[in-house]
C-alpha cells in the first residue's frame, strides 16, 4: 500500500515537473491550482478553524483527497493564525478574529515605512526592520524594551518553527497518506511588491515613483539579495517544487508600460535568475491583467516558469504570447466555478484541451485559486472533463527529475546580525572543533533574519 | 476641450512644484481660492480624460490627487464658509460586507469626482442595510457595488435584494465592479450594469444622469 501511494506520489510529481519544464506528459494535471479554497471548505469547517486549528486543516485536506482521488496537487489554507496573534501583526484582518468566521482573510493596506526611510533601508536593513518598521507592524512590539515586547520576539520565533512544522506535517500527511505532492514551497515577492504592499503602500509608492525615482530603483536592487536567499530558505530542499510568487503592481493599469519595464520588472528579473541560476522552477501569479506586461517572461530560459493567469486576462491569448516559453495556469473562470454548471464547465474543458491546451504546458484552473464557494458538482466536472479531454499519451511516463547540482557562487549568501568572526572574537577563540559551533551559530542567524523579513506580507 | 491654462497643465504634467508656484503667486495676486480650484478641477477633468484613453495609469492618477489633495490642505484654511461639494449629480458608492478591498473603488471615486459627480464613498464592508439608508436620505439615483473577492458575489446579490425588499430598488440604478465581476455575476447579483473599468463606470453614470 505505502509503495503504491509512493509510486503515485513521483507519477504525479514527475507529471507537475514535465508540465512546468514544457516537456511531452500523459495527461493534464487535474486540481493543479496553487491555492485550493474549495479544499478548505468543502469538509464543512469554518475559515477560522482552518486557520487556527492545524488538526481540523489536515482533516480538511484529507477529506477532500479522498473525495477527490483523481488530484494532482493539492495545497489549501495559507497560514497558521496563532503566528500572526503571537506579535500581532497588523496587516491582515483573519475570520473569527475580526472579520466573521466564515469570511476571508483580508490583507490591510497602509504605510509601514516613512518617505525618509530608504537610505536606512537599503545601508542598514536590519537596523531598518528591528527599529522602524516592526514596531509599526507588530502590535505586540509597540512598548520597546518591555517585558511583553521582548515576549513577542520569543513568542515569534516560536511560532515561527511551529508553523514550519505545521506546514512539513500537512505536507507529509499529503505526501504520504494521499500521495500529493505540493504547488510549491516557499515564498518570494518581487523587490518592487515588497516596498508597494507591506512597506510604502500603495499610496506611498505612486507618490516615490514621481517624487524619489532613484531610491526607489536603489531600494528594489537592495532587497534582491535577501529576498532570494530567504526565499531559499523556505524552499523544497530538494528543488522538487516551484517557489511561490504572488505578483502585484505589475496588474495593468497601475504602472506605466515604462514605470513597469524601469521599476518593476529589471529587480523581479534578477531575483528569478539567481533562482533559476541555483535550480529551482517558480510559480508566479500575474494577479490582476497582466497583458501587456506579461511579454517580459519570455526572457527567461524556457521551461523554468509556471505563469497563473488571473480572470481579467485571456488564457488564450496568453498562451500564443509566452506560452512557448512558460507553462501557465488558469482558463476557467472563478464564477464558472461559483454559480455556473457541470455542463458549462465540462464545455469551457473541452475548449481549453483542444485549443490552448492541445499541446501541454497548460493547467486548468480558475483565476490564481479555486474559489471559497465552487460548487462540487462543477469541481467535479473541472476533474472528469479534464481527465476525459486532456490526455495526451498513453505510453508516455514522465520521470521525477534528478535534483539540480548547487550552483556555485551565484546563490546570494544569506544575511546575519553578528556574524561568527565577531562571536569567535567574543569567547577569545574556542578550544575544540569550531565548525561544530559555527554552523549552528550561523543557521539560526540567517533563520532570525528571514524572520525579520517574514512580516514583509 | 477649451484650452487649460498655466495651472491646470501643471496639474496635467505632474508637475508639484510648477502647481505650487503658480498656486502661491494666484494668492498673493488675490485670487480667490474657489478660482484655483476650478482650474485644479479642469486639470484632473484633463487627467482623467487621459486615464480613459489609456495615455495615463492608476500612477499618474494617484499622484495627481496627491498634488491636488496637498494644495486643498493648503487653500482650505482660505475658503471660510464656501462648501465646494455642493453640486453634481449624486452616486453612492461602497465595497460591500465581507470585502475590506478599496484600491479599485477609490479609483473610481476619483474619477466620478473629477467628471464633476458628487460622491458619498461609503467605504469598505458596508452592510446592505447602511447602502439602504444613504439612498434614501440622499436621494441618490445610482448605486456602485465594489469587490475584489469572489465570496462578494452573494453580498452584491443581497443588496439588490435588500433594495428591492425596501421598496427603493425602481429609483436606483445598480452597477457592480471589480475584478472577478463580468456580465454573468451582474445577471446572477442583479445589478443594472456592469462596468468593466472605472472609466466603463464614469461612463455609465454620466449614462444613468443623461449627461
Same mark, same amino acid.
Given at each position: 500500500?505505502?509503495?503504491?501511494?509512493?509510486?503515485?506520489?513521483?507519477?504525479?510529481?514527475?507529471?507537475?515537473?514535465?508540465?512546468?519544464?514544457?516537456?511531452?506528459?500523459?495527461?493534464?494535471?487535474?486540481?493543479?491550482?496553487?491555492?485550493?479554497?474549495?479544499?478548505?471548505?468543502?469538509?464543512?469547517?469554518?475559515?477560522?478553524? /482552518?486557520?487556527?486549528?492545524?488538526?481540523?486543516?489536515?482533516?480538511?485536506?484529507?477529506?477532500?483527497?479522498?473525495?477527490?482521488?483523481?488530484?494532482?496537487?493539492?495545497?489549501?489554507?495559507?497560514?497558521?493564525?496563532?503566528?500572526?496573534?503571537?506579535?500581532?501583526?497588523?496587516?491582515?484582518?483573519?475570520?473569527?478574529?475580526?472579520?466573521?468566521?466564515?469570511?476571508?482573510?483580508?490583507?490591510?493596506?497602509?504605510?509601514?515605512?516613512?518617505?525618509?526611510?530608504?537610505?536606512?533601508?537599503?545601508?542598514?536593513?536590519?537596523?531598518?526592520?528591528?527599529?522602524?518598521?516592526?514596531?509599526?507592524?507588530?502590535?505586540?512590539?509597540?512598548?520597546?524594551?518591555?517585558?511583553?515586547?521582548?515576549?513577542?520576539?520569543?513568542?515569534?520565533?516560536?511560532?515561527?518553527?511551529?508553523?514550519?512544522?505545521?506546514?512539513?506535517?500537512?505536507?507529509?500527511?499529503?505526501?504520504?497518506?494521499?500521495?500529493?505532492?505540493?504547488?510549491?514551497?516557499?515564498?518570494?515577492?518581487?523587490?518592487?511588491?515588497?516596498?508597494?504592499?507591506?512597506?510604502?503602500?500603495?499610496?506611498?509608492?505612486?507618490?516615490?515613483?514621481?517624487?524619489?525615482?532613484?531610491?526607489?530603483?536603489?531600494?528594489?536592487?537592495?532587497?534582491?539579495?535577501?529576498?532570494?536567499?530567504?526565499?531559499?530558505?523556505?524552499?523544497?530542499?530538494?528543488?522538487?517544487?516551484?517557489?511561490?510568487?504572488?505578483?502585484?503592481?505589475?496588474?495593468?493599469?497601475?504602472?506605466?508600460?515604462?514605470?513597469?519595464?524601469?521599476?518593476?520588472?529589471?529587480?523581479?528579473?534578477?531575483?528569478?535568475?539567481?533562482?533559476?541560476?541555483?535550480? @529551482?522552477?517558480?510559480?508566479?501569479?500575474?494577479?490582476?491583467?497582466?497583458?501587456?506586461?506579461?511579454?517580459?517572461?519570455?526572457?527567461?530560459?524556457?521551461?523554468?516558469?509556471?505563469?497563473?493567469?488571473?480572470?481579467?486576462?485571456?488564457?488564450?491569448?496568453?498562451?500564443?504570447?509566452?506560452?512557448?516559453?512558460?507553462?501557465?495556469?488558469?482558463?476557467?473562470?472563478?464564477?464558472?466555478?461559483?454559480?455556473?454548471?457541470?455542463?458549462? /464547465?465540462?464545455?469551457?474543458?473541452?475548449?481549453?484541451?483542444?485549443?490552448?491546451?492541445?499541446?501541454?504546458?497548460?493547467?486548468?484552473?480558475?483565476?490564481?485559486?479555486?474559489?471559497?464557494?465552487?460548487?462540487?458538482?462543477?469541481?467535479?466536472?473541472?476533474?472528469?472533463?479534464?481527465?476525459?479531454?486532456?490526455?495526451?499519451?498513453?505510453?508516455?511516463?514522465?520521470?521525477?527529475?534528478?535534483?539540480?547540482?548547487?550552483?556555485?557562487?551565484?546563490?546570494?549568501?544569506?544575511?546575519?546580525?553578528?556574524?561568527?568572526?565577531?562571536?569567535?572574537?567574543?569567547?577569545?577563540?574556542?578550544?575544540?572543533?569550531?565548525?561544530?559551533?559555527?554552523?549552528?551559530? =550561523?543557521?539560526?542567524?540567517?533563520?532570525?533574519?528571514?524572520?525579520?523579513?517574514?512580516?514583509?506580507? | 476641450?477649451?484650452?487649460?491654462?498655466?495651472?491646470?497643465?501643471?496639474?496635467?504634467?505632474?508637475?508639484?512644484?510648477?502647481? *505650487?508656484?503658480?498656486?502661491?503667486?494666484?494668492?498673493?495676486?488675490?485670487?480667490?481660492?474657489?478660482?484655483?480650484?476650478?482650474?485644479?478641477?479642469?486639470?484632473?477633468?484633463?487627467?482623467?480624460?487621459?486615464?480613459?484613453?489609456?495615455?495615463?495609469?492608476?500612477?499618474?492618477?494617484?499622484?495627481?490627487?496627491?498634488?491636488?489633495?496637498?494644495?486643498?490642505?493648503?487653500?482650505?484654511?482660505?475658503?471660510?464658509?464656501?462648501?465646494?461639494?455642493?453640486?453634481?449629480?449624486?452616486?453612492?458608492?461602497?465595497?460591500?460586507?465581507?470585502?475590506?478591498?478599496?484600491?479599485?473603488? *477609490?479609483?473610481?471615486?476619483?474619477?466620478?469626482?473629477?467628471?464633476?459627480?458628487?460622491?458619498?464613498?461609503?467605504?469598505?464592508?458596508?452592510?446592505?442595510?447602511?447602502?439602504?439608508?444613504?439612498?434614501?436620505?440622499?436621494?441618490?439615483?445610482?448605486?456602485?457595488?465594489?469587490?475584489?473577492?469572489?465570496?462578494?458575489?452573494?453580498?452584491?446579490? *443581497?443588496?439588490?435584494?435588500?433594495?428591492?425588499?425596501?421598496?427603493?430598488?425602481?429609483?436606483?440604478?445598480?452597477?457592480?465592479?471589480?475584478?472577478?465581476?463580468? =456580465?454573468?455575476?451582474?445577471?446572477?447579483?442583479?445589478?443594472? @450594469?456592469?462596468?468593466?473599468?472605472?472609466?466603463?463606470?464614469?461612463?455609465?453614470?454620466?449614462?444613468?444622469?443623461?449627461?
Amino acid at each position: 500500500m505505502q509503495d503504491e501511494i509512493q509510486q503515485l506520489f513521483e507519477e504525479r510529481l514527475a507529471r507537475y515537473q514535465a508540465t512546468i519544464a514544457l516537456e511531452p506528459t500523459d495527461r493534464m494535471i487535474v486540481g493543479g491550482t496553487g491555492s485550493n479554497y474549495f479544499a478548505e471548505v468543502y469538509a464543512g469547517y469554518t475559515r477560522q478553524e /482552518i486557520m487556527y486549528d492545524i488538526n481540523k486543516w489536515m482533516a480538511a485536506e484529507s477529506k477532500f483527497a479522498e473525495d477527490f482521488p483523481e488530484i494532482d496537487l493539492l495545497r489549501s489554507g495559507r497560514i497558521w493564525a496563532p503566528i500572526f496573534d503571537s506579535v500581532g501583526f497588523k496587516l491582515y484582518r483573519l475570520p473569527g478574529r475580526d472579520l466573521p468566521k466564515d469570511t476571508d482573510f483580508q490583507f490591510v493596506e497602509g504605510e509601514w515605512m516613512k518617505a525618509d526611510e530608504y537610505d536606512l533601508l537599503i545601508n542598514n536593513p536590519v537596523e531598518f526592520l528591528i527599529e522602524h518598521r516592526l514596531p509599526r507592524v507588530l502590535g505586540e512590539l509597540k512598548e520597546r524594551g518591555s517585558a511583553r515586547s521582548y515576549m513577542a520576539f520569543l513568542k515569534g520565533g516560536m511560532a515561527y518553527m511551529l508553523m514550519a512544522q505545521v506546514m512539513r506535517e500537512r505536507a507529509l500527511n499529503l505526501e504520504k497518506k494521499h500521495g500529493l505532492p505540493q504547488p510549491f514551497q516557499g515564498v518570494m515577492l518581487a523587490p518592487f511588491d515588497t516596498l508597494a504592499d507591506g512597506y510604502r503602500g500603495l499610496q506611498g509608492i505612486m507618490i516615490d515613483l514621481f517624487e524619489r525615482p532613484d531610491k526607489l530603483l536603489e531600494a528594489c536592487d537592495a532587497l534582491i539579495p535577501d529576498s532570494v536567499s530567504c526565499a531559499i530558505a523556505t524552499a523544497n530542499p530538494l528543488k522538487q517544487y516551484p517557489i511561490f510568487m504572488p505578483l502585484h503592481r505589475g496588474n495593468h493599469p497601475f504602472l506605466s508600460p515604462k514605470q513597469f519595464d524601469t521599476f518593476y520588472w529589471p529587480s523581479l528579473f534578477k531575483a528569478i535568475m539567481l533562482l533559476i541560476e541555483a535550480g @529551482y522552477t517558480v510559480r508566479a501569479y500575474l494577479e490582476g491583467d497582466w497583458t501587456p506586461n506579461w511579454h517580459h517572461w519570455n526572457e527567461f530560459p524556457r521551461g523554468k516558469i509556471i505563469c497563473d493567469i488571473d480572470n481579467k486576462a485571456d488564457i488564450s491569448r496568453a498562451k500564443k504570447e509566452i506560452g512557448n516559453n512558460v507553462c501557465l495556469a488558469g482558463g476557467i473562470l472563478d464564477r464558472m466555478f461559483i454559480f455556473g454548471t457541470p455542463e458549462e /464547465i465540462r464545455s469551457r474543458v473541452k475548449e481549453l484541451c483542444e485549443t490552448a491546451g492541445r499541446d501541454g504546458g497548460l493547467i486548468l484552473n480558475g483565476g490564481c485559486g479555486i474559489p471559497y464557494s465552487t460548487k462540487p458538482e462543477n469541481f467535479r466536472a473541472y476533474v472528469n472533463a479534464t481527465l476525459e479531454y486532456g490526455k495526451y499519451s498513453d505510453t508516455l511516463r514522465p520521470k521525477v527529475k534528478k535534483v539540480p547540482p548547487p550552483s556555485v557562487g551565484k546563490i546570494p549568501s544569506p544575511r546575519v546580525i553578528t556574524p561568527w568572526e565577531v562571536k569567535l572574537r567574543e569567547f577569545g577563540g574556542v578550544m575544540g572543533d569550531e565548525t561544530l559551533i559555527k554552523g549552528v551559530w =550561523e543557521t539560526l542567524e540567517q533563520r532570525a533574519f528571514c524572520w525579520l523579513r517574514f512580516w514583509d506580507w | 476641450m477649451a484650452q487649460l491654462t498655466d495651472l491646470a497643465q501643471a496639474l496635467v504634467d505632474l508637475e508639484k512644484d510648477r502647481v *505650487n508656484a503658480i498656486v502661491e503667486d494666484k494668492l498673493k495676486r488675490g485670487i480667490l481660492p474657489l478660482e484655483i480650484v476650478k482650474e485644479l478641477n479642469d486639470g484632473m477633468i484633463e487627467v482623467g480624460e487621459r486615464f480613459a484613453s489609456c495615455e495615463y495609469f492608476i500612477s499618474e492618477l494617484m499622484y495627481s490627487s496627491h498634488i491636488m489633495k496637498e494644495i486643498l490642505v493648503r487653500l482650505e484654511p482660505l475658503f471660510g464658509q464656501t462648501d465646494l461639494r455642493e453640486s453634481g449629480n449624486m452616486v453612492i458608492i461602497g465595497t460591500v460586507k465581507g470585502d475590506i478591498h478599496d484600491i479599485g473603488k *477609490n479609483i473610481v471615486v476619483t474619477l466620478l469626482k473629477n467628471a464633476g459627480f458628487r460622491v458619498t464613498d461609503m467605504g469598505i464592508d458596508v452592510p446592505a442595510e447602511r447602502f439602504v439608508e444613504k439612498l434614501k436620505e440622499t436621494g441618490a439615483k445610482v448605486l456602485g457595488l465594489s469587490c475584489l473577492l469572489n465570496v462578494a458575489f452573494q453580498e452584491m446579490r *443581497n443588496v439588490v435584494d435588500t433594495l428591492t425588499r425596501t421598496g427603493i430598488r425602481d429609483h436606483v440604478k445598480v452597477i457592480i465592479g471589480g475584478q472577478p465581476t463580468d =456580465e454573468k455575476v451582474r445577471e446572477y447579483v442583479g445589478a443594472d @450594469y456592469y462596468a468593466s473599468d472605472a472609466v466603463a463606470g464614469v461612463k455609465i453614470c454620466k449614462e444613468i444622469y443623461g449627461q
